[in-house]
């Protein structure tokens, strides 16, 4: 199936993002048996909707390290005999804070509808992924019972309660700030040394995630998002590969990933398929020359 992609986004292929949720969907769902309306829908919504509320996450996360780290170099420790001590300051923070989980909510909101279109479910709200609603299984309890408690599919899914949903939390907690409220803390000194930004969801008072730096958990964040909605893409090629004896999904290893598109997963003939490939070649090597 050939697909047209529009030029949308400022940052090209060799951002694994823009790589891994806009080329590796066409890539991958091609060896499927899919509806070619099924397909298209899925790339769609991966690279219009996916793709550029995850790249909205990311400048976030990377326009906060910066200003950290600048502002970080700026603090110099009090001396004996001085009378004050200037504490550098991440501008607007709470705001960059914010945004950063509405667009992430979000993300997961708009991610539910691949897993809708893939399994005619009907979810909706964002915290559905670990929070079952409207009688219905959340989504990691829909695609344990789909593929088994054992499955692969069953633990990777398990992982995804604690990677995302505290940032669906964290987003309600700015949205309805009783009980629960989204407390932001800026540079602070501990003694001589400067203290990290930090974030963390209170309950009354006690912390029920957090405080984490800032920066770095936005980081785990945007990785972990990422890998959700490949596992979604996973799943659905898994069960649909249009020649299931012959080929798989298969993940690249890192280092072995092209800087100008480095997706992730690819599809490659099974081990038995090489194996017989190999065989046939030695044969041909071995034949008597004529």
């Not at 992609?5 to 048996?33: C, F, S, W, Y």
Request: glycine share 4%; aromatic share 6%.
């Amino acid at each position: 199936m050939l697909f047209e992609l529009t030029k949308q986004l400022e940052r090209g292929t060799p951002d694994p993002i823009v790589a891994r949720l806009t080329v590796q969907p066409i890539e991958i769902l091609n060896h499927t048996n899919l509806s070619a309306a099924v397909q298209a829908k899925f790339v769609q919504l991966s690279v219009s909707e996916l793709c550029p509320r995850l790249l909205r996450c990311s400048e976030i996360e990377q326009r906060l390290r910066k200003e950290a780290d600048e502002r970080r170099s700026q603090f110099k420790p009090p001396r004996r005999g001085d009378v004050s001590v200037e504490i550098p300051q991440i501008p607007n923070l709470k705001a960059e804070c914010e945004n950063f989980l509405y667009e992430a909510k979000n993300y997961l909101r708009d991610l539910l509808k691949l897993v809708n279109l893939l399994w005619g479910t009907q979810y909706e709200d964002a915290s559905e992924w670990v929070q079952g609603k409207k009688s219905r299984p959340s989504v990691q309890e829909f695609i344990v019972g789909r593929f088994g408690e054992s499955h692969l599919n069953a633990r990777f899914i398990r992982q995804y309660k604690a990677c995302v949903e505290p940032f669906v939390l964290m987003r309600n907690a700015v949205e309805h700030p009783k009980p629960t409220e989204l407390v932001i803390k800026n540079f602070s000194r501990e003694g001589a040394e400067l203290r990290e930004a930090t974030w963390a969801l209170e309950r009354n008072g006690t912390p029920e995630y957090g405080p984490l730096s800032i920066v770095e958990d936005m980081a785990c964040g945007v990785r972990n998002l990422l890998i959700l909605a490949e596992d979604m893409l996973v799943m659905a090629a898994q069960a649909n590969l249009a020649a299931p004896g012959l080929v798989a999904v298969e993940a690249i290893p890192e280092q072995e990933r092209k800087s100008e598109c480095p997706v992730k997963y690819r599809i490659r003939p099974t081990a038995a398929v090489l194996q017989d490939i190999a065989r046939q070649e030695g044969r041909r090597d071995a034949s008597p020359a004529r």
